[in-house]
């Protein structure tokens, strides 16, 4: 089951379980735990205002477009761009929608906020921090391990 599947399921799950009472759901990947309750705070206030949001950091980095993997096409605005994190907020009844469109049109959607963005619909875009890395890698762990212990967390090996 891809993701955008797996998402869909878990909401209805969410909508069974609380009887149609839950009106909003936070998505959040697994492999960013080092979101903070500041940024969830702030990205579900902004979702409850606009009916979806996410949390991102403007881009740092300069992006070069290729079409064939081995010469560079151009040069993209780097002050248009944005990392999206996650959690990813959506109001349940508009993410419902965005899901039958998408089963309807055949669409591709890399992310949650994709569905709405599907729609025509706004999405806020929430400032988040850049230590909401994503942990996929082993030098990943390291920096997270730093992160962690500038923030005096324990960190628990679940090997040991």
């Not at 998505?27 to 080092?34: N, T, V, W």
């Not at 206030?45 to 740092?60: H, N, S, W």
């Not at 997270?144 to 090997?159: F, Q, Y």
């Amino acid at each position: 089951i891809e993701r955008q599947g797996s998402v869909e399921n878990g909401v209805n799950k969410v909508v069974e379980l609380s009887g149609g009472e839950c009106t909003f759901v936070a998505i959040h990947d697994s492999a960013r735990p080092l979101v903070t309750i500041e940024e969830i705070s702030n990205v579900v206030r902004d979702a409850k205002e606009c009916g979806a949001a996410v949390l991102g950091v403007p881009c740092k980095a300069t992006i070069k477009e290729s079409e064939d993997g081995s010469t560079i096409l151009r040069t993209i605005p780097r002050a248009r761009l944005w990392e999206v994190h996650t959690p990813q907020v959506i109001e349940i009844e508009k993410l419902k929608r965005g899901f039958e469109k998408v089963a309807k049109e055949g669409l591709e959607v890399t992310d949650d906020v994709s569905i709405v963005e599907a729609m025509g619909e706004t999405v806020k875009l929430t400032l988040g921090e850049y230590t909401n890395l994503k942990i996929t890698t082993p030098e990943d762990m390291d920096v997270a391990t730093a992160i962690l212990d500038d923030r005096k967390i324990e960190v628990v090996d679940l090997l040991a």
